[in-house]
């Protein structure tokens, strides 16, 4: 079955440093991967998606890549501040059928920047 | 618009009682699913809908039923809780690949 692993629970950094999360995909190869953010208390909030034939997307601060061949997806945060401290959540579209309506997600980073 | 929204936002339950956790969106998007999300766990995927009048099952389903029979609205039953449905659920909407989250219901089963 499909497997969904997000290399670590959490991740501490200094402010302004780069924080890398990383999301690694086994058993499938899915068409695309979305990337959200969730703080405590509060739902998921959709960031960033790349399809498989993108290798790099970028919004602001934010870069993911996607690597079909490693199958793994890389989350950047550049420049990072206190209030990019959140829970980071890789989620692919499950395997088979039908994809839209439904997401399968790792189980998070949680990601803590320090002044 | 007030995007997804679920009510209640907590509730405790005796095992065996039976509930149903509410889920509106106002985005007219056609897809609607429930998660639940437990510690270390992430989040799962128990139904989904991709219209009115259709539903069907995610990865954990047993102990919840489903319906949509209007486009806005997807409410969850829970027919007799168990301490195992002790989680907060989370309702989404989508038009297509982006979901969008309400914010959440916390459910305690004694």
């Known amino acids: 079955s499909q497997k969904i692993e997000q290399n670590s629970e959490a991740l501490n950094i200094q402010e302004g440093k780069t924080a890398t999360l990383t999301c690694n995909y086994t058993?499938?190869?899915?068409?695309?991967l979305q990337w959200y953010r969730q703080d405590p208390g509060r739902g998921p909030v959709f960031l960033l998606l790349?399809?498989?034939?993108?290798k790099e997307k970028r919004k602001e601060r934010l870069k993911v890549t996607f690597d079909t061949t490693l199958k793994q997806s890389l989350f950047h945060i550049t420049a990072s501040q206190p209030a990019d401290s959140a829970t980071y959540l890789c989620?692919?579209?499950?395997?088979?059928?039908?994809?839209?309506?439904?997401?399968?997600f790792g189980r998070g980073t949680q990601l803590t920047v320090w002044p | 618009n007030a995007g997804v929204t679920q009510t209640p936002k907590f509730q405790v339950l005796k095992t065996g009682q039976s509930m149903t956790l509410q889920c509106a969106q106002d985005m007219n998007h056609e897809y609607m699913s429930w998660y639940r999300q437990d510690p270390g766990m992430g989040l799962r995927l128990i139904h989904y809908s991709v219209g009115a009048g259709i539903t069907d099952q995610g990865e954990v389903p047993n102990g919840y039923n489903v319906s949509r029979s209007t486009t806005e609205d997807f409410p969850l039953r829970l027919l007799s809780a168990a301490p195992s449905q002790t989680s907060v659920y989370f309702c989404a909407s989508s038009y297509s690949s982006e979901q969008f989250f309400g914010p959440g219901t916390r459910l305690t089963v004694l």
């Open positions: 790349i399809r498989e034939n993108e």
């Open positions: 989620a692919p579209p499950p395997h088979g059928g039908s994809t839209l309506g439904r997401l399968y």
């Open positions: 058993n499938y190869s899915p068409a695309y």
